[in-house]
């Protein structure tokens, strides 16, 4: 079993910043993509942002670029998305997923709310 509890969500201004993490159990991140999903009630689910497993490569939505960067951390077995210059329209639920080199199946956390005033 591999669970996924993101954190550091709440409450910023526009301009503030915020970080969310992403604890991993069950299974190390090594091999793994990590990616960061988005959404608003109503509307469909956005691409945020993902790190390719070996940290081969990273992709931005056009939305984010410049403002936000994913990492993680093998040793603490989390991830991250450190969210900066945040605007109002960053508002929404954000999940973060795994998904293992080789296997059909994406792991998710259970989101969490980022709110950002204007």
């Known amino acids: 079993e591999v669970d996924l509890v993101e954190s550091g969500g709440g409450l910023a201004q526009a301009g503030g910043s915020l970080r969310l993490s992403c604890a991993v159990s069950?299974?190390?991140?090594?091999?793994?993509?990590i990616a960061w999903f988005r959404q608003v009630p109503g509307k469909g689910r956005e691409g945020v942002s993902c790190?390719?497993?070996?940290?081969?490569?990273?992709y931005y939505a056009d939305s984010v670029k410049g403002r936000f960067t994913i990492s993680s951390d093998n040793a603490k077995n989390t991830a991250y998305l450190q969210m900066d210059s945040l605007k109002p329209e960053d508002t929404a639920v954000y999940y973060c997923?795994?998904?293992?080199?080789?296997?059909?199946?994406?792991?998710w956390g259970q989101g969490i709310q980022v709110t950002v005033s204007s």
């Open positions: 997923t795994a998904e293992a080199q080789g296997s059909r199946s994406t792991y």
């Open positions: 790190l390719s497993a070996g940290n081969a490569g990273t």
């Open positions: 069950g299974t190390t991140l090594d091999g793994y993509n």
